[in-house]
């Protein structure tokens, strides 16, 4: 798949050096997957969810999540958010 945007990941890990082993390894297994759907998805992440347009993928053990747009046609992925579990329960990231 191509990932895009690895950017979010460094930003975050700066704020969350806690993240970087989890989030790198999410990148790497996202990058050399050919995901067609959902199913194919959580064969690789058995808790991703689907919320809405959004994947939404439990990070170093669900302190984190990971929010993207995946566009299995295309064989894209769009990291739309990388926030902090509580950050995530505000659901402002649904807007």
């Known amino acids: 798949m191509n990932t895009i945007s690895y950017r979010k990941i460094r930003e975050f890990v700066i704020l969350h050096p806690n993240s ?10 996202a990058r050399k997957a050919k995901w067609q759907n959902i199913v194919e998805v959580r064969q690789n992440y058995p808790h991703a969810d689907f919320v809405g347009r959004f994947v939404v993928f439990n990070i170093c053990g669900n302190n984190y999540r990971l929010v993207a747009e995946i566009h299995y046609e295309s064989q894209l992925v ?3 958010h990388i926030l902090t579990h509580a950050d995530y329960d505000k659901d402002t990231w649904k807007e």
């Open 78 to 80: 769009l990291i739309r």
């Open 20 to 29: 970087e082993s989890s989030l790198s390894s999410w990148y790497k297994i």
